[in-house]
């Protein structure tokens, strides 16, 4: 049991370069989520998918863009790299509202220079 | 002020000890709270939910203090397995944004 699986884990990126994160589960569950996690900072919510079909911002959504491709899959695109997005990003997903535990992928840690 | 806060740590521990820390919030209509435990260059993972009534398991007890503001966590008889940081996380009211607080680290020592 796979869980939430996203790829790849670590990236390095030139200023203005783009790429996109992928993040699937197999829990089948309804809300997605991604967040980005610096030092002494917690995690920040960026996008949500609370179900198949939507999608609305978070904390921090400027320079990012999100796909909620079917109720399995959320990816995360960074369409031109800066390197204030240096960060490791989590992918994670709840069974419905964030009353319920939240699961976790490893992370990916990407680093723009 | 940050809407959830908790001490940074480290909280250097000998095994066996007791440890607690707290996490404060600032948003009143808060109903879902949390404890995550994070191991180094790892994803969070659920440790427990708090409730209004408090919430033990095992070695860990949870407490919420809704007229303070703050939850509690409270591990008992340390292990060395217990290092780790801890994570607190607290709805905003909204049912899909939780607002997290740093983490506190925790280093039990033999």
């Known amino acids: 049991n796979a869980g939430v699986t996203q790829t790849p884990k670590f990236q390095v990126l030139k200023t203005g370069q783009s790429m996109t994160l992928q993040c699937a589960q197999d829990m089948n569950h309804n809300s997605m989520y991604w967040y980005r996690q610096d030092p002494g900072m917690g995690l920040r919510l960026i996008y949500y998918s609370a179900s198949e079909g939507t999608t609305d911002k978070g904390e921090v959504p400027n320079g990012y863009n999100v796909s909620r491709l079917n109720k399995r899959e959320f990816s995360l695109r960074l369409e031109s790299a800066a390197p204030s997005q240096t960060s490791v990003y989590f992918c994670?997903?709840?069974?419905?509202?964030?009353?319920?535990?939240?699961?976790f992928g490893q992370g990916t840690r990407l680093t723009v220079v | 002020r940050k809407e959830v806060e908790q001490d940074p740590g480290p909280f250097n521990v000998p095994e066996g000890a007791t440890v607690a820390f707290n996490c404060t919030y600032s948003?009143?209509?808060?109903?879902?709270f949390f404890w995550y435990r994070q191991d180094c260059r790892k994803e969070p993972k659920l440790l427990m939910s708090v409730y209004s009534s408090g919430n033990e398991d095992g070695r860990f007890t949870a407490q919420l203090n809704r007229a303070s503001q703050y939850i509690s966590l409270l591990i008992r008889d340390s292990k060395l397995s217990d290092s780790a940081t801890y994570l607190c996380?607290?709805?905003?009211?909204?049912?899909?944004?939780?607002?997290w607080g740093a983490g506190t680290k925790l280093i039990i020592k033999p």
């Open positions: 996380a607290v709805n905003r009211g909204s049912n899909y944004q939780l607002i």
């Open positions: 994670a997903s709840t069974k419905g509202s964030t009353s319920t535990e939240a699961f």
């Open positions: 948003n009143s209509a808060s109903q879902s």
